[in-house]
């Protein structure tokens, strides 16, 4: 005990309580490293806000919630799935509670596909499983995802935002399918899950 009292970093203590001195050593030097994590964090946050570079997860664009169904590119006529003239493929969706409208979108593999979604009501969520589509979808807001699928496939595209009692039930499918079986789909096969 007398000849460890002398040592500049002592262990501890035969009893094992560590001494004072050490635990006070210990704690500024974690106080250090958060205020140094905190500095960090902070300016990453001013810069990407200076330089443009922080923003939500889609574009920023603005829609009036209360008058998507009546007017502009989310009536219903215009959800669903939608060809360019350079041969991508535009997909529009609704989400509200508890639903996705349409419920069933039909794309083609190998091409570049965007999703652009808004909400009638609250914050809702469209995430499709091992690919990088994922975004909330937020009323008074458009959200764009770009993406596209090298292979055909089914998925099941969850509400991954919790929207109420009906959220566990809010699903919908995207269905990617060959080139070649798309191009013979009429529009309105394209914005349904009718089997094909
Ligand atoms: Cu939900």
Not at 14 to 22: F, L, Q
Not at 65 to 91: C, K, Y
Not at 129 to 140: A, L, R, S
């Amino acid at each position: 005990m007398a000849d460890s009292s002398s040592s500049s970093l002592p262990g501890p203590l035969p009893d094992g309580i560590v001494p004072p001195e050490v635990v006070d050593r210990t704690e500024k030097r974690w106080v250090m490293a958060m205020a140094v994590m905190l500095v960090v964090m902070m300016a990453v946050i001013i810069v990407t806000g200076i330089t443009g570079a922080l923003h939500p997860s889609s574009n920023v664009e603005i829609v009036d919630p209360q008058s998507i169904h009546l007017r502009g590119e989310f009536v219903e006529s215009n959800l669903g799935t939608a060809v360019e003239t350079d041969g991508s493929v535009t997909v529009r969706i609704v989400a509200e509670t508890y639903a996705f409208v349409p419920h069933c979108v039909t794309v083609p593999a190998g091409a570049p596909v965007k999703f652009r979604l808004t909400s009638a009501d609250v914050v809702h969520g469209f995430l499709l499983p091992h690919t990088n589509v994922n975004t909330m979808v937020v009323p008074g807001f458009v959200a764009e995802v770009h993406t596209s699928f090298a292979a055909p496939q089914e998925y099941l595209m969850p509400c991954h935002e919790f929207c109420g009692l009906g959220h566990h039930a809010m699903w919908a499918h995207v269905s990617v399918v060959p080139q070649e079986r798309f191009a013979n789909l009429s529009p309105a096969e394209r914005t349904t899950c009718a089997r094909h």
